[in-house]
């Protein structure tokens, strides 16, 4: 495709297009087949809507902006980012490569990230196998003791290099304290640092082209599992390449392919059209109108006309089908380009109830719909709302391939507890989802899940559909007022809707609406509508003043009355970010039959546009039970901590039934909510050399008060045990600590202070039994026989109980004292968790203290000596510290002063000397060290695809979002690969690379030519 090809579409469109093919290339370049072997025969690329209708792109079907495995999206230059919510092994969301790194130039993407392919091949390991970065990120420490020796955080074990002050470029001062380096040093590896391995570690340096490995005997790939990296923590220790090799013996083909097969994938481009949406509505007997029955028929059309006229984005088409005994086509697709085209549609929704229940002749029908003057179901989306189990052929089971054959997706929404389980199936295989409305006039699940369907629709993350702010079921008393307040905060504020939906024949309450400033607003002012046809109130405002709103409803009649409350608002423009939350469920079914299903796990994900929100208060409610508090604090199902995504496990279920799961977000008190820069697991960047602009960690803004709510879907109740005590039923331990850290060691009282974040009798809830903590000269053996390592008892705690635990999610302070015979070590601490049944939790992470004494005498403040990460010591002399403050004899004492009198002169000379020699080497080993010490590895040869590996060009353009959507296919395990080429073996196209100073990265005479890799 060329310039030529698109026409007014702007050639950096079609330059993002080409980098995105070329980027998988890379990834499947046999320079990188030691890392990879998992291999995709067909990727789709989605483009976008407002790139205009192409004849050459094919139509999108289950493709969506919000499904893709790799979307790009994004302003400004950063690395590229893989969502992961879950624990080692699992699948993340979805991997994140900014437009600005995918039209930068290939010169600044090298020097700040590395190469292009290999880096997203880091990223792939995140997203495939829900890997963990080996380097260090913030909240982990970047060193450690390891007996006697201070560690650079990193894999593989024997990778080699510096410790570098990034402010100075020198060598690194230490922390009177821990003895480790000071927070602005980090590890820079040797230019050949003489291990292949790891990817996950920093994949920017070119001699490393795999994973690590559990392998001792290569010393090449080997996983270092003393290192307190997340991976290790997160994933227990084991290798990447132990998750890769558990993937392929689950059914995954790993067939070796021959040596020269070409593995270039085939790419198809399909475009977003402009979306269309069938409603197949339940009009049957069942829906009655009764009260008996919840009045379901006129909720239904409440419901499905605030749908069209507030909901439904301009541009979208829609129809209706209607299904009792028999199916009826309502309403053909009609696009909401206009009020009068809204209207109109909102004159056929139904307002009758009468008849059987057909469901799978309704779901033919809307494909029929779809199919209208020839046109294609592809794509459609089918919104099916019943409340009753079918009782006319065809069933929902005999038209489920007919509706993944014709590329139709079905969001369900079930009506009550006798509503056909068959929707939840039906849903799941078209890659749909499933909600649940109670069937009463106070339930919200139908209004969330029509609205989540088009969510879940939309082509782009920017804010184009209203933003739910609050949406509830309101009682008001005879003569009662109930205030209710609601903060729009600056991510919003157009378009912003008061809406109250009533029933009976006419609205009975006053409403007051007042601004943050004062001004008052009701509803027979100028913002004021009211509908008697449609039975909705509200109040509107183009724009919105910013703050807490508040909203006043008093009931002036003599009997109580029921409202559903609505609060929506749209982001300030259609391109730009609002703070938004998505819920969703692990599974949807509870079975206390099936001990598998126990375990059910809400996640709530909290951010604005690629930004996630911190410490917020965020909550889950199922069906009408109490509000219960998600966690974002890295204990228990909540893998990481802080990276705004909130989990829960939920338990105590009391009742079958089918249940819906709805979670509210708001700020959590004054400045503590916070918006982080950089959230996912992000590429490594390069550190900035003798600056002080470099950012390794995110930066963090403080969020103003606001107020989110989102629909989770539904769950599925079976076989409870009436009677019983649920919690015995349960298998669920306590669950492991990961976040246990050493904040402060005396050795003068022997005492190392322990903290991390209390766990729960189950999972992470409610109040463990006891703690057994124990610590060891040995890592492998607290790790791997716990039992045998030396435990501490009541008598060794100073602060703390072991037998009296804080409440889940409470920050535990523990100091123990460790006996006087271990002197001049390095301890490792670990710990687990009693449950009052007798189960345990796992080992938690270790973490060490270094027992050594230290002089009280001032250390210089100079850098320290240069260090590697074999070899390098930080213990003192502490055998002649002692003696010089007293600790042994007199004579001993003496005998020490004796000789050090005696030896004074030759001394002073022999330390003169030394300082002269350090001084020559220091200037020469530094102007080495600037040249060889640039973490970039060997040569500038960006690798290229399968065949030939040649790279691709620099772009220099803004683009538009598009997303990128993998089909899997597998290849072979590990296929040969072509080693780094030599200097020689590069062709330049623009000359050599210019000098640059130390701060860039780059050694000052670097003169390696910038150009493909040739053919072979």
């Given at each position: 495709?060329?310039?030529?090809?698109?026409?007014?579409?702007?050639?950096?469109?079609?330059?993002?297009?080409?980098?995105?093919?070329?980027?998988?290339?890379?990834?499947?370049?046999?320079?990188?087949?030691?890392?990879?072997?998992?291999?995709?025969?067909?990727?789709?690329?989605?483009?976008?809507?407002?790139?205009?209708?192409?004849?050459?792109?094919?139509?999108?079907?289950?493709?969506?902006?919000?499904?893709?495995?790799?979307?790009?999206?994004?302003?400004?230059?950063?690395?590229?980012?893989?969502?992961?919510?879950?624990?080692?092994?699992?699948?993340?969301?979805?991997?994140?490569?900014?437009?600005?790194?995918?039209?930068?130039?290939?010169?600044?993407?090298?020097?700040?990230?590395?190469?292009?392919?290999?880096?997203?091949?880091?990223?792939?390991?995140?997203?495939?196998?829900?890997?963990?970065?080996?380097?260090?990120?913030?909240?982990?420490?970047?060193?450690?003791?390891?007996?006697?020796?201070?560690?650079?955080?990193?894999?593989?074990?024997?990778?080699k290099g510096r410790h570098i002050d990034y402010h100075t470029g020198d060598n690194c001062t230490h922390n009177k304290t821990t003895g480790?380096?000071?927070?602005?040093?980090?590890?820079?590896?040797?230019?050949?640092?003489?291990?292949?391995?790891?990817?996950?570690?920093?994949?920017?340096?070119?001699?490393?082209?795999?994973?690590?490995?559990?392998?001792?005997?290569?010393?090449?790939?080997?996983?270092?599992?003393?290192?307190?990296?997340?991976?290790?923590?997160?994933?227990?220790?084991?290798?990447?390449?132990?998750?890769?090799?558990?993937?392929?013996?689950?059914?995954?083909?790993?067939?070796?392919?021959?040596?020269?097969?070409?593995?270039?994938?085939?790419?198809?481009?399909?475009?977003?059209?402009?979306?269309?949406?069938?409603?197949?509505?339940?009009?049957?007997?069942?829906?009655?109108?009764?009260?008996?029955?919840?009045?379901?028929?006129?909720?239904?059309?409440?419901?499905?006309?605030?749908?069209?006229?507030?909901?439904?984005?301009?541009?979208?088409?829609?129809?209706?089908?209607?299904?009792?005994?028999?199916?009826?086509?309502?309403?053909?697709?009609?696009?909401?380009?206009?009020?009068?085209?809204?209207?109109?549609?909102?004159?056929?929704?139904?307002?009758?109830?009468?008849?059987?229940?057909?469901?799978?002749?309704?779901?033919?029908?809307?494909?029929?719909?779809?199919?209208?003057?020839?046109?294609?179901?592809?794509?459609?989306?089918?919104?099916?709302?019943?409340?009753?189990?079918?009782?006319?052929?065809?069933?929902?089971?005999?038209?489920?391939?007919?509706?993944?054959?014709?590329?139709?997706?079905?969001?369900?929404?079930?009506?009550?507890?006798?509503?056909?389980?068959?929707?939840?199936?039906?849903?799941?295989?078209?890659?749909?989802?499933?909600?649940?409305?109670?069937?009463?006039?106070?339930?919200?699940?139908?209004?969330?899940?029509?609205?989540?369907?088009?969510?879940?629709?939309?082509?782009?993350?920017?804010?184009?559909?209203?933003?739910?702010?609050?949406?509830?079921?309101?009682?008001?008393?005879?003569?009662?007022?109930?205030?209710?307040?609601?903060?729009?905060?600056?991510?919003?504020?157009?378009?912003?809707?008061?809406?109250?939906?009533?029933?009976?024949?006419?609205?009975?309450?006053?409403?007051?609406?007042?601004?943050?400033?004062?001004?008052?607003?009701?509803?027979?002012?100028?913002?004021?509508?009211?509908?008697?046809?449609?039975?909705?109130?509200?109040?509107?405002?183009?724009?919105?003043?910013?703050?807490?709103?508040?909203?006043?409803?008093?009931?002036?009649?003599?009997?109580?009355?029921?409202?559903?409350?609505?609060?929506?608002?749209?982001?300030?423009?259609?391109?730009?970010?609002?703070?938004?939350?998505?819920?969703?469920?692990?599974?949807?079914?509870?079975?206390?039959?099936?001990?598998?299903?126990?375990?059910?796990?809400?996640?709530?994900?909290?951010?604005?546009?690629?930004?996630?929100?911190?410490?917020?208060?965020?909550?889950?409610?199922?069906?009408?039970?109490?509000?219960?508090?998600?966690?974002?604090?890295?204990?228990?199902?909540?893998?990481?901590?802080?990276?705004?995504?909130y989990s829960a496990t939920l338990l105590n279920f009391e009742a079958e039934g089918t249940f819906p799961v709805t979670v509210r977000a708001?700020?959590?008190?004054?400045?503590?909510?916070?918006?982080?820069?950089?959230?996912?697991?992000?590429?490594?960047?390069?550190?900035?050399?003798?600056g002080t602009d470099m950012q390794l960690g995110p930066t963090y803004e403080t969020v103003s008060e606001f107020d989110r709510t989102a629909?989770?879907?539904?769950?599925?109740?079976?076989?409870?045990?009436?009677?019983?005590?649920?919690?015995?039923?349960?298998?669920?331990?306590?669950?492991?600590?990961?976040?246990?850290?050493?904040?402060?060691?005396?050795?003068?009282?022997?005492?190392?202070?322990?903290?991390?974040?209390?766990?729960?009798?189950?999972?992470?809830?409610?109040?463990?039994?006891?703690?057994?903590?124990?610590?060891?000269?040995?890592?492998?053996?607290?790790?791997?026989?716990?039992?045998?390592?030396?435990?501490?008892?009541?008598?060794?705690?100073?602060?703390?109980?072991?037998?009296?635990?804080?409440?889940?999610?409470?920050?535990?302070?523990?100091?123990?004292?460790?006996?006087?015979?271990?002197?001049?070590?390095?301890?490792?601490?670990?710990?687990?968790?009693?449950?009052?049944?007798?189960?345990?939790?796992?080992?938690?992470?270790?973490?060490?203290?270094?027992?050594?004494?230290?002089?009280?005498?001032?250390?210089?403040?100079?850098?320290?000596?240069?260090?590697?990460?074999?070899?390098?010591?930080?213990?003192?002399?502490?055998?002649?510290?002692?003696?010089?403050?007293?600790?042994?004899?007199?004579?001993?004492?003496?005998?020490?002063?004796?000789?050090?009198?005696?030896?004074?002169?030759?001394?002073?000379?022999?330390?003169?000397?030394?300082?002269?020699?350090?001084?020559?080497?220091?200037?020469?080993?530094?102007?080495?060290?600037?040249?060889?010490?640039?973490?970039?590895?060997?040569?500038?040869?960006?690798?290229?695809?399968?065949?030939?590996?040649?790279?691709?060009?620099?772009?220099?353009?803004?683009?538009?979002?598009?997303?990128?959507?993998?089909?899997?296919?597998?290849?072979?395990?590990?296929?040969?690969?072509?080693?780094?080429?030599?200097?020689?073996?590069?062709?330049?196209?623009?000359?050599?690379?210019?000098?640059?100073?130390?701060?860039?990265?780059?050694?000052?005479?670097?003169?390696?030519?910038?150009?493909?890799?040739?053919?072979?």
């Open positions: 495709m060329t310039c030529e090809d698109v026409g007014k579409r702007r050639c950096h469109d079609v330059e993002i297009i080409s980098t995105t093919k070329t980027d998988v290339q890379l990834i499947q370049c046999r320079h990188w087949f030691t890392a990879v072997t998992l291999l995709y025969s067909h990727i789709a690329r989605l483009l976008p809507q407002s790139w205009g209708n192409d004849s050459k792109f094919e139509a999108a079907t289950t493709e969506t902006f919000n499904a893709a495995n790799i979307i790009i999206d994004g302003k400004d230059f950063d690395t590229p980012t893989t969502w992961t919510y879950g624990e080692c092994g699992q699948p993340g969301e979805y991997m994140q490569l900014p437009v600005g790194y995918m039209t930068a130039s290939l010169f600044q993407i090298v020097k700040e990230c590395g190469y292009p392919g290999v880096t997203i091949v880091h990223e792939w390991g995140h997203l495939r196998w829900g890997l963990r970065d080996e380097y260090p990120v913030p909240g982990r420490p970047s060193f450690y003791h390891n007996n006697g020796k201070v560690e650079a955080v990193r894999c593989g074990k024997h990778m480790l380096p000071v927070d602005s040093c980090f590890f820079q590896p040797h230019q050949t640092p003489e291990v292949t391995a790891s990817l996950m570690f920093y994949h920017n340096v070119s001699e490393v082209t795999t994973f690590c490995d559990n392998n001792a005997s290569d010393r090449n790939t080997l996983h270092n599992d003393e290192a307190p990296s997340e991976h290790n923590v997160i994933c227990k220790y084991r290798s990447a390449w132990e998750f890769h090799a558990r993937t392929r013996t689950k059914g995954e083909d790993s067939t070796v392919l021959p040596k020269n097969t070409d593995t270039t994938p085939s790419f198809r481009i399909v475009q977003a059209k402009k979306q269309r949406f069938v409603m197949v509505l339940d009009v049957s007997g069942s829906m009655g109108t009764n009260v008996s029955q919840g009045e379901k028929i006129d909720k239904l059309y409440q419901t499905s006309v605030d749908f069209i006229m507030k909901v439904v984005p301009t541009g979208y088409s829609v129809g209706i089908v209607t299904f009792s005994s028999s199916a009826d086509i309502v309403a053909n697709l009609k696009e909401m380009t206009s009020q009068n085209a809204r209207d109109d549609l909102v004159k056929k929704v139904p307002h009758f109830a009468d008849g059987g229940t057909a469901i799978g002749q309704g779901l033919l029908a809307g494909i029929q719909v779809l199919e209208v003057d020839g046109g294609s179901a592809s794509g459609g989306v089918l919104l099916l709302v019943s409340d009753g189990a079918e009782n006319v052929a065809p069933l929902i089971a005999n038209v489920t391939p007919t509706l993944g054959s014709k590329g139709v997706t079905v969001n369900t929404v079930l009506i009550g507890n006798y509503a056909d389980k068959g929707l939840i199936e039906v849903a799941a295989s078209t890659k749909g989802n499933s909600f649940f409305d109670s069937g009463s006039s106070d339930s919200t699940g139908l209004q969330s899940a029509l609205k989540s369907s088009i969510a879940h629709s939309q082509s782009s993350s920017a804010g184009v559909t209203p933003v739910d702010l609050l949406l509830e079921t309101v009682s008001v008393n005879a003569s009662e007022t109930v205030n209710r307040v609601v903060s729009i905060d600056p991510s919003i504020g157009r378009d912003t809707e008061f809406m109250f939906t009533y029933t009976g024949s006419s609205f009975s309450l006053d409403v007051l609406v007042t601004s943050p400033s004062g001004v008052n607003y009701t509803t027979d002012g100028p913002h004021g509508r009211t509908s008697n046809v449609t039975k909705h109130v509200t109040i509107s405002f183009n724009e919105t003043e910013i703050g807490k709103w508040t909203i006043t409803l008093r009931n002036p009649g003599p009997s109580t009355t029921v409202t559903r409350l609505h609060v929506t608002s749209k982001a300030p423009s259609d391109d730009s970010y609002p703070i938004t939350t998505r819920a969703f469920l692990s599974h949807q079914r509870i079975d206390f039959n099936d001990e598998a299903t126990l375990k059910l796990i809400v996640r709530a994900e909290v951010r604005k546009g690629y930004s996630p929100l911190i410490e917020a208060k965020v909550e889950v409610k199922v069906g009408s039970l109490r509000w219960k508090f998600m966690n974002d604090d890295g204990v228990g199902v909540d893998a990481v901590k802080n990276d705004g995504f708001t700020a959590r008190g004054s400045n503590q909510t916070r918006l982080v820069s950089r959230g996912g697991s992000r590429a490594f960047r390069r550190p900035v050399i003798n629909d989770a879907g539904l769950i599925d109740v079976l076989n409870v045990k009436l009677g019983e005590d649920l919690k015995k039923l349960y298998p669920f331990p306590p669950a492991v600590v990961n976040d246990l850290e050493v904040t402060e060691m005396s050795y003068e009282n022997k005492t190392v202070t322990l903290s991390w974040t209390a766990v729960g009798d189950y999972e992470a809830q409610e109040t463990a039994s006891t703690y057994d903590i124990r610590f060891s000269t040995n890592l492998k053996q607290l790790r791997s026989s716990f039992g045998e390592a030396s435990r501490l008892n009541d008598s060794d705690i100073v602060v703390g109980n072991l037998s009296s635990p804080s409440a889940a999610a409470e920050k535990e302070i523990f100091v123990v004292r460790f006996p006087a015979a271990y002197i001049d070590v390095t301890l490792f601490f670990g710990l687990m968790v009693n449950h009052s049944g007798g189960r345990i939790s796992d080992v938690s992470n270790i973490v060490t203290a270094a027992i050594v004494y230290v002089p009280p005498i001032n250390p210089p403040t100079t850098s320290e000596p240069d260090y590697t990460t074999e070899g390098a010591t930080t213990r003192e002399d502490t055998t002649t510290a002692q003696l010089l403050d007293g600790k042994h004899n007199s004579a001993e004492a003496q005998l020490v002063v004796k000789l050090a009198v005696g030896s004074a002169m030759p001394i002073i000379f022999m330390v003169i000397v030394a300082i002269v020699i350090k001084l020559k080497y220091s200037r020469r080993s530094r102007r080495n060290n600037s040249q060889e010490e640039d973490g970039m590895g060997g040569h500038y040869l960006p690798p290229g695809n399968a065949r030939q590996c040649r790279g691709f060009s620099p772009y220099s353009h803004p683009a538009r979002p598009m997303s990128v959507v993998g089909h899997q296919h597998v290849g072979n395990a590990r296929p040969i690969y072509l080693p780094a080429m030599n200097p020689h073996q590069v062709h330049g196209y623009g000359g050599q690379m210019p000098n640059r100073p130390p701060q860039y990265g780059y050694p000052p005479n670097y003169g390696h030519q910038f150009g493909w890799v040739a053919s072979r």
